[in-house]
Antibody, heavy 118, light 112 residues
Framework: EVQLVESGGGLVQPGRSMKLSCAASGFTFSYYGMAWVRQAPTKGLEWVATISYDGTSTYYRDSVKGRFTISRDNAKSTLFLQMNSLRSEDTATYYC???????????WGQGVMVTVSS | DIVMTQGALPNPVPSGESASITCQSSKSLLHSNGKTYLNWYLQRPGQSPQLLIYWMSTRASGVSDRFSGSGSGTDFTLKISSVEAEDVGVYHCQQFLEYPRTFGAGTKLELK
């Protein structure tokens, strides 16, 4: 059974940093691209970043470029999102998702809440 | 960026009736390989999104055949025949043709 379990969220002050993790199991992690998608309270879904199966290619939405870094450890089947210079508009539930061959997101984690506030 | 625009539903929808949700993209999602990169997800209350339809009309594994997707390069419809209680939630369309991946604002389905 495919499982994606996010961790690392919480309350953080504006301008500070936070690192999210996503532990994957039930599939061969190193075969798949992975992504982060977020959802601000009462809002729609917003793609944040994608990383290729081997970590050599990464893609970001403009509003997080230069502040967020997506990475992965295939030996540990774990996806990461390093978030620096956090802003109030980054407040959201962050979902870890599996990217099936650049076609769709077929599995989603339960999400982790990040609140940026002083 | 490709803008995805979703239509609203005349909520609430009577149980057993059909419902159609529309989605429009600002650019054709038809790729030269013949696939149309339009996906549909359902997010039930308090849950994570789940994949329903990909490539505009292909049902994901385990998805009821009451769900069907159709459309052209820029105009798409998700039809739910005989709406049931488990169909309640927010439906999101998404394009996977190019980066940034973009979603519609979501369409809420409520049951009568």
């Amino acid at each position: 059974e495919v499982q994606l379990v996010e961790s690392g969220g919480g309350l953080v002050q504006p301008g500070r940093s936070m690192k999210l993790s996503c532990a994957a199991s039930g599939f061969t992690f190193s075969y798949y691209g992975m992504a982060w998608v977020r959802q601000a309270p009462t809002k729609g879904l917003e793609w944040v970043a994608t990383i290729s199966y081997d970590g050599t290619s990464t893609y970001y939405r403009d509003s997080v470029k230069g502040r967020f870094t997506i990475s992965r450890d295939n030996a540990k089947s774990t996806l990461f999102l390093q978030m620096n210079s956090l802003r109030s508009e980054d407040t959201a539930t962050y979902y870890c998702t599996r990217d099936w061959g650049n076609n769709y997101f077929d599995y989603w984690g339960q999400g982790v809440m990040v609140t940026v506030s002083s | 960026d490709i803008v995805m625009t979703q239509g609203a539903l005349p909520n609430p929808v009577p149980s057993g009736e059909s419902a159609s949700i529309t989605c429009q993209s600002s650019k054709s999602l038809l790729h030269s390989n013949g696939k149309t990169y339009l996906n549909w997800y359902l997010q039930r209350p308090g849950q994570s999104p789940q994949l329903l339809i990909y490539w505009m009309s292909t049902r994901a594994s385990g998805v009821s055949d009451r769900f069907s997707g159709s459309g052209s390069g820029t105009d798409f419809t998700l039809k739910i025949s005989s709406v049931e209680a488990e169909d309640v939630g927010v439906y999101h369309c998404q394009q996977f043709l190019e980066y940034p991946r973009t979603f519609g604002a979501g369409t809420k389905l409520e049951l009568k």
